[in-house]
């Protein structure tokens, strides 16, 4: 494959995704990580997501990998994304699957109970280093950040978040609940695109006059 093209499948995915398909009541939801990220964006500041989840296996893997991708769409400068969870599992394998399947370039770096994986979105950016941890991790920032609660669970589970500067609730059905089901790959990758088209919008906002 020509390497000026190595991402064309992704980039072609992101075009594709659907941002009128949201609803109202969802962008309402959306919003306030959308003033929070313009607000960082228009005083010049590390703009530093961290998303949040019980086990960091699966939505918040989701929604920092799209986070991280959508601001580098845009150009928005100075966006880093993390995701931890209130435990440690793993990154659950089905994620690195379904996010090939749309165009990531991802490599296990370390294997063992909680593997270590480079998810590569650009030919010029950083890959993603993904794997399991609590949000308070030493890989995630201390203080300034915006925690991004991606479970209901997290989100009654974490009512304060030390050096958070701010917390928003943005919360997603589990696709954890069709494992093992014929349904699984579909439930999978409709949750990706959920989270890809709602990050479209939160960083085309952004972006927005």
């Not at 594709?16 to 939801?29: F, G, P």
């Not at 019980?54 to 959508?70: E, K």
């Not at 479970?151 to 589970?157: E, L, V, Y």
Request: hydrophobic share 35%; proline share 4%.
């Amino acid at each position: 494959m020509n390497k000026i093209n190595s991402f064309k499948t992704l980039n072609d995915y992101i075009i594709q995704l659907d941002v009128s398909t949201i609803t109202a009541q969802r962008k309402l939801v959306l919003q306030p990580l959308i003033d929070y990220i313009k607000s960082k964006k228009k005083s010049q500041k590390p703009i530093d997501l961290n998303f949040i989840c019980t086990h960091n296996s699966r939505r918040s893997h989701l929604a920092q990998v799209w986070g991280q991708v959508m601001a580098s769409h845009f150009k928005i400068n100075n966006v880093t994304c993390y995701s931890g969870g209130t435990e440690i599992t793993a990154m659950f394998p089905k994620i690195a699957d379904t996010l090939i399947s749309t165009g990531f370039d991802i490599t296990a770096l370390s294997e063992g109970k909680n593997p270590v994986y480079s998810i590569k979105y650009s030919d010029n950016n950083h890959p993603i280093i993904a794997f399991s941890k609590t949000y308070d991790d030493g890989f995630n920032p201390k203080s300034g950040f915006a925690a991004i609660l991606t479970c209901s669970s997290a989100d009654q589970g974490c009512p304060f978040i030390a050096g958070a500067a701010k917390r928003i609730p943005v919360t997603y059905e589990d696709p954890k609940a069709f494992d093992n089901t014929d349904l699984q790959s579909e439930k999978y990758l409709e949750r990706s695109t959920q989270i890809a088209t709602e990050m479209k919008y939160i960083f085309q906002q952004v972006t927005a006059n």
